[in-house]
């Protein structure tokens, strides 16, 4: 006869563990939770890459429009006291060849990017003396062609190795030559460095020629390469030999396109009417530009999982003044007028963030000699 199975005590069944299906469940709960954690992580962390970055592409276009505005309000110091020769050719040869200087007097030039929205690029040039530049006018009996001597009224703020220009007027060629002596008793400089020299030789100037103390002139032209705002600087040696930078150089990354405008007092009633890229031809015109109007589109270093921009920027350039651009003619937005700034030409344009920045510089060296 069989006896009954005893029943387990308490103890066992406390010993006996997890089933299968029960460890199963379990793993199936962790791997749920550390996936739903795991989302939240990436979610937040991709948030704050797109923060981050969009504070960088903040940061580098508010710094790059900052240097681009120090520079060009100060464009034209030294010779935009002279009006009358604002805008007289430019002859600035050394070696026997051009020195690579613009070729116009001019205190900044635009170059357009042209109808398909390529970036424009900005040249200005102005004295690079440290202490004072102010236009010295050439006395009796002026400088003969081929001379080296230039009488002057007065030598003061001239040192060895400047360069000066002596101009008569903005038709007139206005010649560049580096002094080499001074003699203040007699007021005269002399420019014997004959590798500054135009290939005729020295040109001549009566009395009533001014020339302008550049010391080593600041010519800097800034352009987008690369997905960068960089700049181009003319330097000059101890001997006087200039040269530019062999390579642009990076100043801030991530600034996608700049475009600028020049300012013009068309009518003479002290305020702008007219923002356009045509290049003055005339000394009138290049004094009615008092202005530059510069918008950089700056990109965010972030490069998100799907699209996020999905149109160009707008410019709003306002209603008040005409404006005309070779990108295109403005469109409405609002109660204000707009350009487009192109973007799309760039690589997966779409997966990054965007903004733009813009601003009005005066060139307050032609308004007060204006």
């Given at each position: 006869m069989c006896s009954p199975r005893p029943s387990a005590s308490p103890a066992r069944l406390r010993a006996a563990g997890f089933?299968?299906?029960?460890?199963?469940?379990?793993?199936?709960?962790?791997?749920?939770?550390?996936?739903?954690?795991?989302?939240?992580?990436?979610?937040?962390?991709?948030?704050?890459?797109?923060?981050?970055?969009?504070?960088?592409?903040?940061?580098?276009?508010?710094?790059?429009?900052?240097?681009?505005?120090?520079?060009?309000?100060?464009?034209?110091?030294?010779?935009?006291?002279?009006?009358?020769?604002?805008?007289?050719?430019?002859?600035?040869?050394?070696?026997?060849?051009?020195?690579?200087?613009?070729?116009?007097?001019?205190?900044?030039?635009?170059?357009?990017?042209?109808?398909?929205?390529?970036?424009?690029?900005?040249?200005?040039?102005?004295?690079?003396?440290?202490?004072?530049?102010?236009?010295?006018?050439?006395?009796?009996?002026?400088?003969?062609?081929?001379?080296?001597?230039?009488?002057?009224?007065?030598?003061?703020?001239?040192?060895?190795?400047?360069l000066m220009i002596v101009a008569t007027d903005s038709v007139a060629p206005c010649e560049m030559f580096r002094v080499t002596a001074i003699d203040s008793a007699k007021a005269q400089v002399t420019a014997d460095d004959s590798a500054w020299d135009p290939p005729a030789g020295p040109g001549a100037f009566a009395?009533?020629?001014?020339?302008?103390?550049?010391?080593?002139?600041?010519?800097?032209?800034?352009?987008?390469?690369?997905?960068?705002?960089?700049?181009?600087?003319?330097?000059?040696?101890?001997?006087?030999?200039?040269?530019?930078?062999?390579a642009p150089v990076e100043l801030f990354n991530n600034v996608v396109n700049m475009q600028a405008l020049y300012g013009k007092d068309s009518d003479g009633n002290g305020s702008i009417d007219r923002w356009d890229v045509t290049t003055p031809a005339t000394n009138a015109d290049w004094l009615r530009v008092v202005a530059v109007r510069v918008a950089l589109v700056a990109r965010s270093d972030q490069f998100e999982k799907e699209d996020v921009t999905f149109v160009n920027p707008d410019w709003d350039v306002g209603a008040a003044a005409t404006v005309d651009d070779s990108t295109g003619a403005t469109a409405a937005c609002g109660t204000s007028k707009c350009l487009k700034l192109k973007i799309d030409t760039l690589p997966n344009w779409k997966r990054y963030r965007y903004r733009v920045f813009d601003t009005v510089i005066p060139l307050r060296n032609m308004l007060w000699n204006s």
């Open positions: 089933t299968l299906i029960e460890l199963m469940v379990g793993m199936l709960i962790g791997l749920l939770a550390t996936l739903a954690v795991t989302h939240v992580l990436v979610n937040s962390e991709g948030q704050k890459r797109t923060t981050t970055s969009g504070s960088d592409a903040q940061v580098n276009g508010a710094l790059a429009l900052g240097i681009l505005h120090r520079a060009v309000q100060s464009a034209g110091y030294g010779f935009t006291a002279l009006p009358a020769v604002v805008g007289c050719p430019l002859v600035a040869n050394y070696g026997g060849a051009p020195a690579g200087m613009p070729g116009t007097l001019v205190p900044v030039m635009i170059t357009d990017g042209g109808a398909a929205g390529a970036s424009d690029t900005i040249r200005v040039l102005s004295s690079g003396k440290r202490t004072f530049s102010v236009p010295l006018r050439v006395t009796a009996p002026g400088r003969a062609a081929t001379e080296t001597m230039t009488p002057l009224v007065t030598t003061r703020g001239v040192e060895g190795g400047d009395e009533g020629a001014f020339v302008i103390n550049m010391g080593v002139p600041l010519d800097v032209t800034y352009e987008i390469e690369e997905n960068a705002l960089r700049s181009t600087t003319l330097h000059v040696d101890a001997a006087g030999k200039p040269a530019y930078d062999a």
